[in-house]
């Protein structure tokens, strides 16, 4: 029992490690988009800097998994648990280097006038949060009824994208002297059509993990 | 000695099946750019049905590899090894994912005559392939000068998207009515931009995996 017990202590040391890292990916999809908004090249460059301890902390679980892996040879959910772990850090990863495209996009438009109201990008942005919260959620409490919520939410998203991408195309070529930072705002609007894509990958993990079985979500 | 023996032959077979998904992978751009440049939307539809093989292949990789872990219970350059299959297998599947980008973006521009001679883009292509050869060849081989050798190229594909990117914003400006295919041929600069960025991360796991410290090539 006491051997059970350890090993509860340690997918809970795991998990408390995923949180982090989605709360640090968060932080970074928040603040990038501020930097953006607000032309704040400073934080942009935070954005930037502070991913390394996002992919040390992956780094992190991906060792601390395969110890854990190695040291108890879990089999059915114990293991699905922690394959599932790799794969969630691993996609969380890709969804802060969104992050930091976003940041870097925000360096590349500097000082212009922000264009980000003609676009859905800010309620985009909005959904993201809310879907890697409820995935990582879902995981966590093993919630079939979040995961799926999660797939829900990316058919909108995929929506308020595809809206963007006409409305700023057509924009665009209305006015051209506008180039740069619409380009900017495409690029961010792809970005944020990728995260949710990452995001029900998350959700998709966390139902591999209650059902045994491969969900799409999509 | 046999159980030695034995695990060689799964770490050979742990290669092998990285080297088919990194074949894949480079068929899934060529094609992808043939399709583009053709305008064939078939070869495009097939690359994104295609896609599917590459990950399952990942899959089995990772099974694979955990499985090796928990039977052979490996270290130092064994574990490495294994280790560096799994990082650099998500790195495959990633640039795979490019591949499929650029088939969208061939189907987005329908028959629309094709300015890739505007751009470097058939030349980052090129260069990618090459590196994804030698990055994956360093590893297998455990050859150091390899994976310095695609740290060097990839500065080169960034000095070449940089271009890009200059050239098509200007043609934009100047030709608004080519906003379509412009938009996607922007969003292919930056999808060969960010498979260069992920080879060099093979090139880092060869390096990681024959030196036994992180280097950063980038």
Chains 1, 2 share one sequence.
Not at 7 to 12: A, G, I, R, V
Not at 34 to 42: G, L, N, R, V, Y
Not at 155 to 165: C, G, I, K, L, R
Request: net charge negative; proline share 1%.
């Amino acid at each position: 029992m006491v051997v059970r017990e350890n090993f509860e202590n340690s997918l809970q040391e795991l998990q408390t490690k995923m949180t982090e890292m989605g709360e640090l990916a968060i932080s970074s999809l928040e603040k990038a988009f501020t930097a953006f908004k607000t032309q704040d090249i400073e934080l942009a460059l935070r954005v930037i800097e502070e991913d390394n301890e996002i992919d040390d902390l992956e780094e992190e679980i991906n060792q601390f998994a395969i110890w854990l892996t190695v040291k108890e040879q879990p089999v059915a959910r114990d293991l699905r648990k922690i394959i599932g772990a790799i794969k969630i850090s691993s996609e969380i990863e890709r969804i802060a280097d969104f992050g930091v495209n976003i940041a870097k996009s925000a360096i590349k438009i500097g000082s212009e006038h922000s264009l980000i109201s003609l676009t859905q990008l800010e309620s985009m942005k909005d959904a993201c949060i809310n879907m890697l919260q409820k995935a990582l959620q879902s995981f966590i409490d093993e919630n079939i009824v979040l995961a799926k919520e999660v797939g829900d939410m990316d058919d909108v998203v995929d929506e308020y994208s595809n809206e963007t991408y006409k409305q700023l195309t057509t924009y665009l070529s209305e006015h051209p002297e506008e180039t740069n930072q619409l380009v900017q705002l495409l690029f961010i609007n792809r970005y944020l059509e990728r995260t949710a894509d990452h995001i029900t990958n998350i959700a998709e993990s966390a139902a591999y993990l209650i059902k045994g079985r491969r969900y799409d979500l999509n």
